[in-house]
Structure formats: C-alpha cells, structure tokens
C-alpha cells in the first residue's frame, strides 16, 4: 500500500466523520467540509479513526489512494483546529484595511486594490501592514493568500511588497554607483628636456643654443 494511504486518519474529540454519496462529511467546532473520494478508494471508519484501501496497484491509483489521505486528514484538521496564513506588507505607505467583505490593498498603484474575501474564511488587520488569514478550508485559505500576493510580490531590490510571513526574499545587488566626477590635470610632456622656452619678439621656432641663447635667424646670421 501507499505509504501515504495506508496511515489512517485519527478524528479527534468533538469531530464527527461519515461517508456518504461518495465523499467523506467532517464537522467539527470550526465547521463542516465534504471530500469527494475517488472511485477506487474505499473509506472505512471504526474506532475513532478512517482507513482508506485502493483497488489496485497501478500508479495512477496509487497516487490518488495518498492523495485522497491527505485531503481527508486537512478536512478534519481544518473543522478541529483551523489554519491561518500570515501576510506581511513592506514599503513605505504601504497598508491594508478591511471594509465589509472586502481586503482593501494600497500598495502603491494608483487606486487601491479590492479583493473579494469569500465565506469560510476569516481576514484579521493586526497591523496596517500584517495580515492574517484563518479557515477551516486549506485549500481555499492558500488560493486567497496567494492571490493577495500576486497583487504586488516582493521585488528583488528592495524588498518592497507583500509577502508570507517569515517568508525569505533574495534580493539582487543594485547597480553599482556612479564614479564621482574628478578634476583632470594636464599631464606633463613626455620629454621636458625637449620643451623650449620662448621670450617675447623672438620668432617662433627660432633654435636655442646653451645657456638659452638664440642662434642667428634671418638678418643677423654671420657672414
């Protein structure tokens, strides 16, 4: 048998469980649910806790027998005790509120953000950026929490959004910072024993002899 399927389900105090019309009906103190179970599971329920068998060994089979296990374990898990999910909301003026049956998101677009809550589960402002989330139902508490973060997810940068609590975001290095502008000198020449110096009314490029005196040009050249 499925490792998975073969574990029966415990019903706890205060929980009842019957099969019936093809499905399993929970109740408990945080409600009741109803999970369809597969044509070729069988469902027993004796001694406070429900068994499941599978027809065959084939794998298709043997996937729904664990699958219809785990189902039935959260129905019963969630009409007992409940599940929450938790949101957190980074950025600043960003907020969530509750009107109604409505989770009211600013989360910086240009209107806010309305999302539907739907019945079963139970929405708690703790704080303008953490939100909690409580049902019986996993399955329709994951889908809500996941779409409330699908409206803004955690950019890469800086952070900024909504999240799981607890949830680790990596974040990328930002582009690296603008070399600070600085003053240029000019360079030197290359050789500044080949630099001549000039004097006012000499003629430019006139050749200089030791001790800087200029070498005859023009008229004045020896004859």
């Known amino acids: 048998m499925s490792r998975v ?7 706890p105090k205060g929980t009842t469980a019957q099969v019936r019309n093809g499905s399993v ?14 044509p070729d599971i069988t469902v027993s329920i004796e001694a406070e806790k429900i068994s499941m068998a599978r027809a065959s060994d084939l794998d298709d089979v043997k996937a729904r027998h664990g699958l219809a296990q785990r189902l039935i374990q959260n129905a019963v898990r969630g009409v007992s005790q409940g599940f929450s999910r938790e949101l957190e909301i980074v950025g600043i003026g960003y907020r969530a509120a509750k009107q109604g049956d409505k989770l009211v998101l600013t989360i910086g677009y240009t209107k806010p953000v309305e999302i539907l809550i739907p019945k079963g589960v139970e929405v708690i402002i703790e704080s303008p950026t953490k939100v909690v989330l ?15 973060r699908a409206v803004r997810p955690p950019e890469v940068y800086q952070g900024k959004g909504i999240r799981y609590m607890g ?14 502008t600085q003053e240029t000198t000019p360079s030197p ?6 630099s001549q110096s ?21 008229d004045d050249d020896v004859k």
């Open 5 to 11: 399927g073969k574990s029966p389900v415990m019903i």
């Open 25 to 38: 009906a929970v109740k408990g103190p945080k409600g009741e649910m109803s999970v369809p179970v597969p």
């Open 134 to 148: 409580k049902g019986a139902d996993r399955h329709q508490l994951g889908q809500l929490a996941a779409d409330v």
């Open 167 to 180: 949830e680790h975001v990596r974040k990328k290095a930002g582009k690296p910072a603008a070399a600070s």
């Open 189 to 194: 020449p290359a050789n500044p024993s080949a």
């Open 198 to 218: 000039f004097q006012a009314g000499e003629p430019v490029g006139a050749p200089q002899g030791p001790g800087g005196l200029t070498i005859g040009s023009g």
